[in-house]
C-alpha cells in the first residue's frame, strides 16, 4: 500500500501554531465545540517549513503537517517527501527545485492587529539571513469576526512622501503608530484577494481570517528595537531591518491596483467554476486556485502537486483507483502522481475548495 501513496490524495493532520492572539475562527471552521482564542493563530497546511520560535515553543517540528497514511499511522510530509520526492512533488518540479516544496500554506487568525513588518526579497535573504526563500506572500479574506468594533482591515504599501530618512527618524523614536499611519489602511470583505511582495510594509488588522499563501520560510522584519550588548550589534540590526524595506510610495488607487487582485474566471462549465486568485501576473513563486464544484469537475493535471483546503460543502475526490470523501475544513495534500482526479459535489449547497501551486504553474 505504502508503493502508491503518491497515487492517491493524502488527508492532512490539523494543527495550529503557538505566536499571538487568535485562533478562534480556525476553530469556528474547523467545527469544534465552544472555539476559543488560545494563542495559536496559525494552522500550517502541507508544510515542510519549520516555524522560527520552534526553540522557543520547545518543539523540534513545530511548523511541519503530518499527514495520515492508507494504514491509518501519521508521518511527517516533510520526511515523506524526501522518501519518495519525485513521485510526490513531480519530475519537474524535483529537477529544479529539488524535495522542498517551495510554498507554506496557512489559515490565519488575527484577533489583534499584527505589528508592521516586511519580508526580504530571495536576494536580501540569500545575503543576511542565510536562506535560499524570502517571503513573498498573498492573502485570501475567508472570514471576518463580527464582534469587532470597526470593520477588519490590512495595512499593506506606503503612502505617498515617505522615505528611508523618515522611516529611520520614526524607528529611532519607536513611534511605531506613526510608522503605521505612513501605510495604506484598506478595509477588507470575504472574497478579497491581496499580494504581498517582499519588501513591501504590511499588517493584518484584528478580525481578519485569511488563507495566507508565500514562499517556504518564515522570516519577518518587523519595526520593534531589540536590546544587544553591544552598539555595533545594534547598529548591524537595524541596518538590516531598514535595508528590507522598499521605500516606493503610491497614491491609495495605485496601491489598490498593484496589490489588490481580481479573481479571473479560467473553466466554467456546467460542474463548476475554477477561478485564478493569483498567478505568474502577480509571481512566479505560487499559485492559487478557487474552485466551486456544483456537479463533477475535473482538477488540472499539472505535473506537480498542489495543496488544498476545503472552504464550503461536501463530496468527493475521485482518483484512478478509488475515492477520498471529503468535507469543510479538511486539508488535502494532493501528490503529483495521483490519475484522473475529480471532485464530486455531494451536498445541498457547491463544494468549494482553494488550491496553492508551487512555482511556475498558473
Not at 491509518?72 to 510526490?88: A, M
Not at 526579497?121 to 464582534?147: C, H, M, P, Q
Request: net charge neutral; with cysteine; glycine share 8%.
Amino acid at each position: 500500500m505504502e508503493k502508491q501513496i503518491w497515487e492517491r490524495p493524502l488527508q492532512l493532520v490539523p494543527n495550529k501554531i503557538p505566536r499571538y492572539p487568535g485562533g478562534r475562527e480556525i476553530d469556528r471552521f474547523r467545527g469544534v465545540k465552544n472555539p476559543k482564542d488560545d494563542g495559536r493563530p496559525e494552522a500550517w497546511v502541507g508544510s515542510t517549513t519549520h516555524a522560527i520560535n520552534k526553540d522557543k515553543v520547545g518543539d523540534k517540528n513545530l511548523g511541519l503537517s503530518e499527514v495520515w497514511l492508507p494504514t491509518g499511522h501519521k508521518v511527517l510530509l516533510k520526511d515523506l517527501i524526501e522518501k519518495y520526492p519525485r513521485e510526490l512533488l513531480g519530475e519537474k518540479h524535483v529537477n529544479k527545485f529539488g524535495s522542498n516544496t517551495c510554498i507554506l500554506v496557512k489559515l490565519l487568525d488575527a484577533k489583534n492587529q499584527l505589528g508592521l513588518q516586511t519580508h526580504p526579497t530571495r536576494e536580501y535573504a540569500r545575503k543576511y539571513f542565510n536562506s535560499e526563500f524570502g517571503k513573498v506572500e498573498s492573502w485570501y479574506i475567508i472570514g471576518l469576526r463580527e464582534d469587532q468594533e470597526e470593520q477588519p482591515y490590512v495595512l499593506l504599501g506606503f503612502k505617498e512622501g515617505i522615505s528611508r530618512q523618515i522611516f529611520e527618524e520614526l524607528y529611532e523614536k519607536q513611534d511605531i503608530r506613526a510608522m503605521e499611519e505612513w501605510c495604506h489602511k484598506i478595509p477588507v470583505s470575504v472574497g478579497d484577494v491581496f499580494f504581498v511582495d517582499a519588501g513591501v510594509p504590511h499588517a493584518v488588522g484584528p478580525g481578519c481570517f485569511l488563507i495566507e499563501v508565500q514562499e517556504s520560510s518564515d522570516i519577518t522584519v518587523g519595526v520593534t528595537k531589540r536590546n544587544f550588548s553591544s552598539k555595533h550589534e545594534e547598529l548591524k540590526y537595524k541596518e538590516l531591518l531598514l535595508g528590507c524595506y522598499k521605500y516606493m510610495g503610491t497614491s491609495y488607487d495605485e496601491n489598490l491596483k498593484k496589490y489588490k487582485i481580481l479573481p479571473r474566471i479560467i473553466k466554467n462549465n456546467k460542474g463548476g467554476t475554477e477561478k485564478l486568485l493569483l498567478g505568474m501576473e502577480q509571481t512566479s513563486y505560487f499559485s492559487i486556485l478557487e474552485i466551486e464544484v456544483r456537479d463533477e469537475f475535473i482538477l488540472n493535471d499539472t505535473g506537480t502537486f498542489s495543496i488544498a483546503i476545503i472552504l464550503e460543502g461536501k463530496g468527493e475526490m475521485i482518483f484512478e483507483g478509488g475515492s477520498l470523501d471529503i468535507c469543510k475544513s479538511n486539508e488535502i495534500f494532493l501528490p503529483a502522481g495521483i490519475k484522473n482526479l475529480t471532485c464530486k459535489n455531494k451536498g445541498d449547497i457547491p463544494l468549494r475548495l482553494v488550491q496553492a501551486f508551487p512555482p511556475e504553474v498558473f
